[in-house]
């Protein structure tokens, strides 16, 4: 099993290296926000609104790992060639991982924002959930960044993390996790209730990915420059990746920061209502397209070490 594993996770990770999200093929996540979307229209009202999203994402979560799981002793049978096994479980992988497709977008905002700052706006409403009608930017390639470091931890190193543990099955329930909680994870007046649960599974959920995302880029700037720093760079993530608003985001933000020295954070607007989060680092120097540059090379090679681990495990498992 170990080892079918491997080549799933290999076949699964090249093929979003060299690809990314491929637009014309039907894809988990999207299936995923139709149902979630579907219970939140239907069930986000009225009494109870607590009690009915802790059921919408239990059961939606424990419901997507039985059918994995079910369909993976289905492909272990004996009269199926393990290749069927391999085959399916890296399409799994390929569709769970964001890497190719976050630092694509991320670029494209750097570069409509050198175009003009409202090609800029609506590139980054791509892949925030803020309000962008308003940013500098400044705020807009802020907002990029930001969006880098914690999706390589939500979108990379997390459902790898949970694929070592749990394979494939538990690979596509984290990213129903992490789909539940971009839906209806927000503590606003609409959804504080109903994704209350939400909210608080992906924090468990990319507890141990987001600590160990903020050391892989550390990492990956001490192999990619020097490392000169790194003891100061600790200290750095240390002080100000528990002093942002969400108990994980803050740990790869702050690592980022700490290596391009750079400040993020600040009060953004979230449907309407201000959100403020305290401030990660003190430098609030003007971002530039060196910047995203480096940022995209620390991520391929966190992403790297992070699918070199993670095959060492199999491997030794066997």
Same mark, same amino acid.
């Given at each position: 099993?170990?080892?079918?594993?491997?080549?799933?996770?290999?076949?699964?990770?090249? #093929?979003?290296?060299?690809?990314?999200?491929?637009? !014309? #093929?039907? =894809? *988990?996540?999207?299936?995923?926000?139709?149902?979630?979307?579907?219970?939140?229209?239907?069930?986000? !009202?009225?009494?109870?609104?607590?009690?009915?999203?802790?059921?919408?994402?239990?059961?939606?979560?424990?419901?997507?790992?039985?059918?994995?799981?079910?369909?993976?002793?289905? #492909?272990?049978?004996?009269?199926?060639? *393990?290749?069927?096994?391999?085959?399916?479980?890296?399409?799994?992988?390929?569709?769970?991982?964001?890497?190719?497709?976050? !630092? &694509?977008?991320?670029?494209?905002?750097?570069?409509?924002?050198?175009?003009?700052?409202? +090609?800029?706006?609506?590139?980054?409403?791509?892949?925030?959930?803020?309000?962008?009608?308003?940013?500098?930017?400044?705020?807009?390639?802020?907002?990029?960044?930001?969006?880098?470091?914690?999706?390589?931890? +939500?979108?990379?190193? /997390?459902?790898?993390?949970?694929?070592?543990?749990?394979?494939? *099955?538990?690979?596509?329930?984290?990213?129903?996790?992490?789909?539940? +909680?971009?839906?209806?994870?927000?503590?606003?007046?609409?959804?504080?209730?109903?994704?209350?649960?939400?909210? !608080?599974?992906?924090?468990?959920?990319?507890?141990?990915?987001?600590?160990?995302?903020?050391?892989?880029?550390?990492?990956?700037?001490?192999?990619?420059?020097?490392? &000169?720093?790194?003891?100061?760079?600790?200290?750095?993530?240390?002080?100000?990746?528990?002093?942002?608003?969400?108990?994980?985001?803050?740990?790869?933000?702050?690592?980022?920061?700490?290596? #391009?020295?750079?400040?993020?954070?600040?009060? =953004? +607007?979230?449907?309407?209502? /201000?959100?403020?989060? *305290?401030?990660?680092?003190?430098?609030? &120097?003007?971002?530039?397209?060196?910047?995203?540059?480096?940022?995209? &090379?620390?991520?391929?090679?966190?992403?790297?070490?992070?699918?070199?681990?993670? /095959?060492?495990?199999?491997?030794?498992?066997?």
């Amino acid at each position: 099993m170990g080892i079918l594993s491997l080549f799933s996770l290999f076949i699964g990770w090249l #093929l979003d290296l060299v690809f990314g999200d491929p637009p !014309r #093929l039907p =894809h *988990p996540v999207v299936a995923f926000g139709r149902w979630i979307a579907f219970c939140e229209h239907h069930l986000n !009202r009225g009494r109870h609104r607590m009690a009915k999203g802790a059921a919408v994402a239990l059961l939606s979560i424990g419901g997507v790992f039985a059918v994995a799981w079910a369909a993976n002793v289905l #492909l272990m049978h004996p009269a199926l060639h *393990p290749a069927a096994y391999v085959g399916v479980n890296a399409v799994i992988v390929f569709f769970c991982l964001a890497g190719h497709t976050l !630092r &694509r977008e991320v670029a494209d905002v750097f570069r409509a924002v050198d175009c003009s700052l409202d +090609d800029g706006r609506r590139q980054v409403a791509r892949i925030v959930g803020r309000d962008t009608a308003t940013l500098t930017a400044q705020e807009v390639r802020t907002a990029a960044l930001e969006t880098l470091a914690e999706n390589l931890s +939500d979108g990379i190193v /997390a459902p790898l993390f949970w694929f070592a543990l749990l394979g494939s *099955p538990g690979m596509l329930a984290y990213k129903m996790v992490n789909t539940l +909680d971009s839906m209806i994870g927000y503590r606003t007046e609409r959804y504080r209730a109903f994704g209350c649960w939400a909210a !608080r599974i992906d924090d468990i959920a990319n507890y141990v990915p987001a600590r160990a995302t903020a050391l892989l880029i550390l990492l990956a700037h001490a192999l990619c420059h020097t490392p &000169r720093g790194f003891t100061r760079q600790l200290r750095f993530v240390a002080s100000y990746g528990p002093a942002h608003a969400s108990p994980n985001s803050g740990w790869p933000e702050a690592a980022l920061a700490a290596v #391009l020295d750079c400040r993020f954070g600040g009060t =953004h +607007d979230y449907f309407g209502q /201000a959100v403020e989060k *305290p401030y990660i680092g003190t430098n609030d &120097r003007p971002l530039t397209t060196t910047d995203m540059l480096l940022s995209i &090379r620390l991520a391929i090679v966190a992403e790297t070490i992070t699918v070199a681990i993670i /095959a060492a495990s199999l491997w030794l498992r066997g």
